[in-house]
C-alpha cells in the first residue's frame, strides 16, 4: 500500500467518526427535548388541575352525600335526611290517690229529753292530724228517727277531752219515723289525741233514736 492511500483511509476514517459523532449528539439532544418536553406538559397538567379544583370541604360533604343516596337507592336502603324536629308531649300529672277511712259509733240509743243528753257506749277517741295527716278531711253521718212521724231528732258529736261541741257535728231529722241516714257538713277536730261522744235530743218529747253511726276521714 502506498502513501497516498493510507492517508486516503485515514481521512475516511476520520470522516467516518465525525459523522457518528455528530448522529450520537442529535440522538442525545432529540433525548434531552423530549424529556424537558414531557416534564413541562407534567407540570401545565397538574397546574391545570389544581386551578380547577375549587370544590371546598362543603362542595365535597354535598357530593358525598349524593353518592351516599345514590348508593342506597340501588341497595334499596332508605335515604338519609335532616332529623325532623318533633314537639314535646306534656302528659297530665298523676293526681295522688285518695283514701278514705271510717271510725264506726255502735247503737242504737233512744231518748225523750228536750236537753242534749250524752249517748252511752258511743266514745271514741282521734288523732286526725298524726293518723291521717294535716290535709285530712272529716263529716259524720247517723241513723236516726222521730217517734210518731212527729217531731225533730237531733243529734252532735262533742269533744269530752275539752268539754266542747265539734263544730258542724249537728244534724236533724224531722217528722220520719224510719231509721234515716243523716250526714254531717265538713267537721272540724282539734288537734291531739282526744276522746269524742255522741250526744241526742227531741224537739217536743217524743222519742227519738240513734241507730248508728260513723266518722268519715278523706286522706
Known sequence: MNRQSIVSFIGKFILIINLLG???????????YQK???????VTTTEGTKENDTCGPDCKAYIDSAILNISQKDKGLPTTSPASTTKPTFLPTAKPKTFISYIPIAGPATTTSTTW??????DFNLDLNTNYGPNAKTS???FIKVA????QAFARLIDVTHGIVVNGSEI????NS???QVSSGPLSFWSGNNQYRVQLKSLNSFEV???????KITY
Do not use: C, M, P, Y
Request: glycine share 8%; proline share 0%; aromatic share 8%.
Open 22 to 32: 455528530l448522529i450520537i449528539l442529535s440522538v442525545f439532544v432529540v433525548l434531552i
Open 36 to 42: 424537558f418536553t414531557k416534564q413541562e406538559k407534567l
Open 117 to 122: 243528753e250524752d249517748v252511752s257506749g258511743t
Open 140 to 142: 259524720w253521718e247517723a
Open 148 to 151: 210518731h212521724n212527729n217531731g
Open 172 to 175: 236533724s231529722l224531722i217528722d
Open 178 to 180: 224510719n231509721l234515716t
Open 209 to 215: 233514736t240513734f241507730g248508728s253511726g260513723r266518722v
